[in-house]
């Protein structure tokens, strides 16, 4: 009996490419684009031998895979999922023993959140949630949103924290700042309108983080709270919880390229978590947060 080897492939799977273009609009202003991607890259070829010798004089590595797609978002920019896929598939047929490639994207598409040029809400992806808690004669009443995710290009800094033999992390003035955003607000008055209430609280949170030049997420979700609660007398707490999903700059370096701010790996995890809870007057009602999950 002989068992022979089949069709293969090889390619690194689901490279989170964020590429941002800092163009510049008529008034001066410089407005971002962000293109946001899930990049995937097989190869066929002449490499039988890696499976079935272990023999890799032929094997273009994943990771080349993976860093051509980051060269090449900034050698060629990103235009459109389609485009940017056919200036990979152009690339790996240039290289020998590759005969053919399947490259993949999924991208995520933003809107711009009006207030500047440099933030954006990613479209369709927010639920409404809503809870009722009754017990006797009390009635609490929460409303709130979850996987609101937004992203600021610019207007983004953390610096001035602790640093002691462990901390390995840059001190930055700019970065991408990330998260999707889930927050709760509990009703002492009712308001007459609640799903106008909901769209008026949605719209301060994204014009508050649009609009906070941010010395750390800390400090948005604040700010994003007392706005809401500075604009809504009725909500007398709310609670809000946000990953920081980080954006890494790429070192396109090795490839004798800059990266200015540009080409970024978008990591899924580990993330940071940042949770606040804002209280009207310092005041509390703990009994009302029971059925609502994931806040200390
Ligand atoms: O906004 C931030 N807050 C932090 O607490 C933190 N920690 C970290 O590593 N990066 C950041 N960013």
Redesign the pocket.
Known sequence: MSITLGPNQHGKAEVRLVKVDRGTTGSGATSHTIHDLNVSTQLRGDFEAAFTDGDNVHVHATDTQKNVVYAKAKELGVTSPERFLLDLADHWSAQPWVTGSVMKAETYSWDRIPANEHSFVRRGQETRTAVVDRDGERTFVLSGLTDLVVLKSTGSE?HGFPRDRYTT?AETNDRILATSVTAWWRWATHPDDWDAAYDKVRAILLDTFAEVHSL???QTIYEMGRAVMEAVDGIAEMRISCP?KHHFLVDLSPFDLQNDNEVFYAADRPY?L?EAALQRDGSTEPDAWVSVPGFA
């Open positions: 953390f992390l750390a997420l800390q920081n940071g940042i």
